[in-house]
C-alpha cells in the first residue's frame, strides 16, 4: 500500500526494511567478559584466598542474581509490583530441603521440583488477584508473603518451625558433590547464569514488548490484541518459578534453613535491588542485587555504622538516579547492540525490535 | 454493495437509570468509510465501547466478520481484525515508537513465553517486518528508537495509527483523531485517512468535529441522546432536520 504522509518525503527513498543487526563480534566480546568473570576471575579469586567467607558471598550474590532479576521481570517489566518474592524464595527452599532430607531425593529432582513448587504457589496467588491493580497487588502480596512466612514459622510438624531444617545435602550430580568450596559456587554460578539466560531472552523479545506494554496500559494493550490476564499470570509464575530455584540454591548452599531467612526484609531487600539497579532493566537487576550484597560487605570495617552507610548510599542513588543505575530504555539498547539482539538498523546502525 | 464486515443489532447499554446507548443498529461493509458524528453527550464513546468489547452491553448483539462477538474480550475482538485508537493518545510512553508499534504485530500475531526461548526467529522477523511496515505507512521510520513519550503531540497522533495498523486490521475505528489538532493538521490526518481507505482499509471515523467527517466520509451516521437519528451521505444527512436540531437546536423543542 502506498499511503505517504508529508513525514514521509523528508526521508531519503531508500530506506528500505534493513538487513538483519549483525554485532557478532561485540556480541562475544561482552558475553566472554560476563563468562570470564562468572568462571574465571571470581573462581581465580576463591581458590587463590582459600576463603570461605569470599566464596560465601560469591554465593550469595549469585543467588540474589536470581531472586533480583526474577522480581524484576514480574514488577520491574510487566509492572507487577509484588513485595512477597522471599515468601516464594521460602517455599523453593523448604521445598527443596524437605524432599532431600525426609525423601532423600538428589538435587537433580529437588532442584526443579523446588522451582515447580514455588510457580504453582505463584499461580495460585496470581489467578485471584490479577485483576487487582498498583498498589491494591502489592498489598496482596504482602499479605500472601506474611501468610507464608506464619506457616513455615507455626506449622512445627512439618517445617520444625522456628528450629529451621539442618543437615540438607549439598549439591550434587551423579555421584559429583559440590563439598569444595570453589565447587560450591560453580555449581550456583552455573545454574544462576542460566536462569539470567532464560530471563533474558524472555525479556529481550517481543514477548518482553507485550509485558512492557501491560504496565504502561494494560487496556491498550488488551485492544491489541494481548491477552492480558494470561500475560500478567505468566510473568508471576515465571518470577515464582525462580524465586523457587534461588531457594533450592540457597537450601543445598547453606545445610541450614529457617523462616527467618524468609521475612518481609528480605522482600524488601530483593525489592530495593530491582529499583537501585533500574526497574524493568535486566542489567540493572544484576548490578542492583551485586551492589547490595558486596557493599555492606565491604564496609564491615566501620562496623555498626555500615548499615547506615548503605541506606544513604541507596537514598542517594535513587535521588540521584531515579531510572535506577542502568535505566530500562539504555539496558534495552545495550542489549539490543551489545548482544546482538535488536532486529534493524536505522541510519546510524542502531537496532530496533528484537530478533 | 459488499460483505458487510460489522453489523450491530439494537444495542442498548444502560448506567444505573441513564440510557447512554439506546436500540442502536447499523452495519459497515468491507471497503466503506464511515463517520460516526453526534453532539457531545450523544453516546459516541458507550458505542464505541460495546463495539470493541471494553463494555458489556445491557442489550442487543454485534456481529463483526460473519461471527457474533457480544460479550468477547478486547483482545480477542482486536485478534479478529479490529484495531482501533484512543481519544486521549494513550501510546506506551516509555517504550520506543517501534516498540509501541511491535505491540499491535505481537497481538496480531500472538506470542508465547516458548518462542521467545526457542526457534522464535521466523516469528520475531514477521513482527518486525510487519511494524517497520506500518511505520513506513505513516511516515515514522526516522524516529524507530526514539522513547515515544518525546515525540510531539501530532506524530504521537500517527504513532497510535501505527500501531492499530500493525494489528492488520480489517476494520479500523479512529476514536476522536483530530481532537487536539489544529487546522492544518486535521486537513494532513483527513488526507492520511482518504489515502488510507483507498489503499483498502475499512475505517469508522468517530468524531466531534463535523468538517473531517463530512470532508471524507462516503457514509455518516449520527447519535444523538443515545439514538441513532440519521444515516446516510454526508449531503443528506446535513440537511436532516433533526440533525439540525441535534446539533443546533430547535425553539420550539418540546422534548
Redesign the interface.
Same mark, same amino acid.
Request: charged share 25%.
Given at each position: 500500500?502506498?499511503?505517504?504522509?508529508?513525514?514521509?518525503?523528508?526521508?531519503p527513498a531508500t530506506?528500505a526494511?534493513p538487513a538483519a543487526f549483525s554485532g557478532r563480534g561485540r556480541r562475544f566480546a561482552w558475553t566472554l567478559l560476563l563468562l570470564a568473570v562468572a568462571f574465571g576471575a571470581v573462581p581465580a579469586a576463591i581458590v587463590g584466598t582459600g576463603s570461605s567467607y569470599l566464596a560465601q558471598i560469591a554465593i550469595t550474590t549469585m543467588i540474589f542474581v536470581i531472586l533480583s532479576a526474577s522480581l524484576n521481570h514480574v514488577t520491574g517489566t510487566a509492572g507487577l509490583l509484588s513485595i512477597g518474592h522471599a515468601a516464594f524464595y521460602g517455599i523453593g527452599a523448604y521445598a527443596a530441603a524437605l524432599l532431600s532430607t525426609r525423601l532423600g531425593l538428589p538435587f537433580i529432582v529437588t532442584l526443579p521440583a523446588a522451582g515447580l513448587i514455588a510457580a504453582l504457589f505463584g499461580f495460585l496467588v496470581a489467578l485471584p488477584t490479577m485483576r487487582l491493580v498498583s498498589i491494591y497487588f502489592a498489598v496482596a502480596t504482602l499479605g500472601i508473603g506474611e501468610m507464608i512466612y506464619v506457616v513455615l514459622l507455626n506449622w512445627v510438624d512439618v517445617t520444625r518451625g522456628p528450629m529451621g531444617i539442618r543437615g540438607i545435602p549439598p549439591i550434587s550430580l551423579f555421584g559429583w558433590q559440590a563439598d569444595t568450596l570453589l565447587s560450591r559456587y560453580l555449581a550456583v554460578a552455573v545454574i544462576a547464569v542460566a536462569c539470567v539466560w532464560?530471563l533474558h531472552?524472555?525479556t529481550h523479545?517481543?514477548?518482553?514488548?507485550?509485558l512492557?506494554?501491560l504496565r504502561?496500559?494494560d487496556?491498550?494493550?488488551?485492544?491489541?490484541?494481548?491477552?492480558?490476564e494470561r500475560l500478567k499470570i505468566?510473568s508471576f509464575v515465571?518470577a515464582t518459578f525462580f524465586a523457587g530455584i534461588a531457594g533450592a540454591l540457597l537450601a543445598h548452599t547453606s545445610a541450614y534453613i529457617a523462616p527467618d531467612n524468609f521475612r518481609f526484609m528480605e522482600s524488601i531487600l530483593i525489592l530495593a535491588m530491582v529499583v537501585v539497579g533500574g526497574l524493568?532493566s535486566l542489567p540493572g537487576a544484576v548490578v542492583g542485587a551485586l551492589f547490595m550484597i558486596v557493599l555492606p560487605e565491604a564496609l564491615r570495617d566501620i562496623g555498626d555504622y555500615r548499615m547506615i552507610a548503605v541506606g544513604a548510599t541507596m537514598f542517594l542513588s535513587i535521588l540521584l538516579l531515579p531510572k535506577g543505575m542502568l535505566a530500562?530504555?539504555t539496558a534495552?539498547?545495550f542489549v539490543r547492540r551489545s548482544f546482538s539482539r535488536g532486529?534493524?538498523t536505522?541510519?546510524g546502525g542502531?537496532p530496533?525490535?528484537?530478533? | 454493495m459488499s460483505n458487510t464486515l460489522l453489523s450491530i443489532q439494537g444495542l442498548t447499554r444502560r448506567f444505573g437509570g441513564l440510557l447512554a446507548v439506546s436500540d442502536v443498529s447499523a452495519t459497515i461493509a468491507e471497503g466503506e468509510l464511515v463517520g460516526l458524528i453526534g453532539p457531545n453527550g450523544a453516546g459516541k464513546t458507550t458505542l464505541f465501547n460495546l463495539i470493541?468489547g471494553?463494555t458489556p452491553p445491557s442489550d442487543g448483539t454485534v456481529t463483526f466478520d460473519g461471527q457474533d462477538v457480544t460479550g468477547r474480550?478486547?483482545?480477542q475482538i482486536?485478534?479478529m481484525g479490529m484495531g482501533?485508537t484512543?481519544q486521549n493518545l494513550?501510546v506506551?510512553?516509555?517504550?520506543?515508537v517501534?516498540?509501541n508499534v511491535?505491540?499491535?504485530?505481537?497481538?496480531?500475531f500472538g506470542?508465547?513465553?516458548w518462542?521467545? &526461548?526457542v526457534n *522464535? @526467529?521466523a516469528?520475531?522477523?514477521a513482527?518486525?517486518?510487519r511494524?517497520?511496515?506500518a511505520l513506513?505507512?505513516?511516515?515514522?521510520?526516522?524516529q524507530?528508537?526514539d522513547?515515544a513519550a518525546n515525540l510531539s503531540y501530532g506524530?504521537r497522533k500517527?504513532l497510535e495509527i501505527a500501531?492499530?495498523l500493525a494489528?492488520a486490521p480489517r476494520l479500523l475505528i479512529l476514536d476522536e483523531p483530530a481532537a487536539g489538532l489544529n487546522d492544518t493538521e486535521t486537513a494532513?490526518l483527513a488526507?492520511?485517512i482518504r489515502? &488510507?481507505h483507498a *489503499? @483498502?482499509v475499512t475505517v469508522l471515523l468517530v468524531e466531534h468535529d463535523m468538517g473531517l467527517v463530512m470532508g471524507s466520509c462516503s457514509r455518516v451516521i449520527v447519535l444523538a441522546s443515545g439514538r441513532k437519528i440519521a444515516d446516510g451521505t454526508p449531503e443528506a444527512v446535513q440537511r436532516d432536520p433533526a440533525v439540525l436540531e441535534a446539533y443546533l437546536g430547535v425553539e420550539d423543542d418540546a422534548a
Open positions: 500500500m502506498d499511503v505517504n504522509v508529508p513525514d514521509a518525503r523528508l526521508m530506506l526494511p532464560v531472552r524472555l523479545s517481543y514477548y518482553g514488548n507485550a512492557r506494554a504502561e496500559d487496556q491498550c494493550a488488551d485492544s491489541m490484541g494481548i491477552n492480558v505468566e515465571v524493568g530500562e530504555g534495552l539498547g532486529w534493524a536505522i541510519a542502531t530496533v525490535g528484537w530478533k | 470493541t471494553f474480550k478486547p483482545w482486536a485478534r482501533r484512543f494513550r506506551f510512553p516509555n517504550m520506543t517501534f516498540d511491535s505491540v499491535g504485530a505481537v497481538g496480531a506470542q508465547s513465553p518462542r521467545a &526461548l *522464535g @526467529g516469528h520475531s522477523r513482527v518486525s517486518e511494524s517497520w511496515e513506513e505507512r505513516v511516515g515514522l521510520t526516522a524507530a528508537g522513547i506524530k500517527y500501531r492499530a494489528t494532513e488526507d492520511f489515502r &488510507l *489503499g @483498502g
